[in-house]
């Protein structure tokens, strides 16, 4: 089992999906299911309907799951395996204040060495421990060797027991921390390997830990994910427009266009354009770079520019708000200057909008608008363009640049011979 394991609390991230697009491919490759954990514990952060919200994106991206669980459910095994962890004495109840916490971390902030919690509660007499009414936490021993982990994209890590520490499991509240009930979920899940954001390797030794200390067996495999950086090399955030999927797909980049940006950075695809199910049948993680790999806007506006002229016409033509496979060959020639179906539908829409003509113009325009709507029809561009010049009498500059005002809603563009191609039939409703 594989698992996705988002957090309720805002727009899905570029990270957030590339690492469920991952989880995806190797799920059908490995022919294990895909789980999605919504972790929706932190109940001040969550954002009603973003749970939804991220469901349906996975639904727009043709990820496929075969279940999905929230976080809160499993607060009662929360519970109980941290019992078990104080009753096996793998645990201990931590009553020190957080006044307290905080001038020790001063202290070693002063000190210009790194906190750590000194375990002045791990080792306290049974008895203390039951009568004393003060509230606490439930903090994990940290461990007595060094914890090894093997990630496919990282290699073989180490991690000391002291980086560990004794690290608070159970809040005072009784709710469990992050750390905690992931690991515990990812046991109840048998979850046989992790694929998220390299941020989260800090949290690793310590879920492996838990379940160490827990005494799970069951060795699960890594592969954390190099962060994408912007145009300034630094993390992408939420100040960051690209980072939001919701922002790509609302500028007009398709789903497998942005899919295919994000398997293709920092790895070695045998093709630059290519569907996720393509990508099942090569994609591996141990191609993937260590390095971060950097958000391209321009790469990404290719390869959308791609994806749409792969598309049927008819379905070219609904992103700019028809069902006509001639207005969809008539896209496919603006193609050339747009790289997203926002752009398509800019260049689409003034064709069968008024006309704003420019004043040195407007004559030659009025003239020419008479002429075409007493045409009759005419099957090729020539035969049309020779009948409204010789009809009109406008020649040169003072014919062409009408036309294509009329035609187009615009005073430069593609060949207006390619576009009559696909407006022919439609000359009586464009020219009014």
């Known amino acids: 089992m594989l698992r996705f394991a988002p957090s309720p609390t805002g727009d899905m991230h570029i990270g957030n999906l590339r690492v469920a697009i991952f989880n995806y491919i190797v799920s059908k490759q490995r022919n294990e299911d895909l789980l999605v954990r919504i972790e929706d514990t932190d109940k001040e952060r969550n954002i009603e309907g973003k749970d939804k919200e ?38 201990f109840s931590c009553f020190c204040s957080s006044e307290w916490l ?57 991690f000391e027991p002291n980086e560990v520490d004794s690290f608070i499991i159970m809040r005072q509240d009784k709710t469990p921390t992050y750390n905690f009930a ?41 592969a954390h994910l190099p962060i994408i ?21 609302e500028e007009g980049f398709l789903p497998s266009a942005i899919a295919n940006y994000l398997i293709l950075i920092g790895n070695k695809p045998p093709c630059e354009i290519f569907s996720m199910q ?39 033509s609904r992103y700019v708000g028809f069902a006509d496979e001639e207005i969809g060959e008539l896209a496919r020639i603006y193609l050339e200057e747009s790289g997203t179906t926002k752009e398509l539908r800019t260049k689409i829409a003034p064709i069968f909008a008024p006309k704003v003509i420019p004043e040195e113009f407007q004559e030659q325009a009025e003239i020419m608008s ?3 709507k007493n045409a009759p029809y005419f099957d090729e561009y020539e035969d049309f363009k020779n009948y409204i010049m010789n009809e ?41």
Request: positive net charge; charged residues 30%; contains cysteine.
């Open 54 to 91: 991220i469901l349906e994106i996975l639904a727009l991206f043709g990820i496929e799951y075969s279940q999905v669980i929230y976080q809160s459910q499993n607060l009662h095994f929360h519970s109980a395996m941290a019992l078990q962890l104080l009753h096996n004495k793998k645990a």
């Open 102 to 158: 905080e001038k020790k971390r001063e202290e070693a902030k002063a000190n210009k060495i790194a906190y750590r919690y000194d375990d002045a509660c791990a080792s306290l007499p049974a008895e203390l421990v039951i009568d004393n009414m003060n509230p606490f936490t439930i903090r994990i021993k940290k461990p007595e060797n060094t914890i090894v982990i093997k990630d496919h994209i990282k290699g073989e890590i180490s």
């Open 182 to 222: 992931c690991a515990v979920d990812d046991m109840l899940g048998d979850i046989s390997l992790i694929i998220r954001g390299e941020d989260h390797m800090s949290n690793t030794p310590k879920q492996d830990l838990i379940r160490t200390s827990l005494g799970y067996d069951k060795k699960i495999e890594y």
């Open 229 to 249: 950086l912007n145009d300034d090399g630094k993390k992408m955030s939420k100040r960051d427009d690209a980072s939001s999927v919701k922002w790509l797909l």
């Open 278 to 316: 393509e990508a099942i049948k090569w994609f591996n993680l141990d191609n993937i770079s260590k390095s971060p790999a950097r958000f391209d806007m321009d790469k990404l506006r290719f390869i959308n520019r791609e994806h749409l002229k792969n598309l049927d016409a008819k379905e070219l």
């Open 370 to 372: 008479q002429t075409i």
């Open 392 to 432: 009109s009498g406008l020649k040169g500059k003072n014919f062409f640049k009408p036309l294509r005002l009329l035609l187009t809603g615009a005073e430069h563009g593609p060949d207006v011979a390619e576009i009559y191609k696909y407006l022919k039939n439609y000359i009586g409703g464009i020219v009014k």
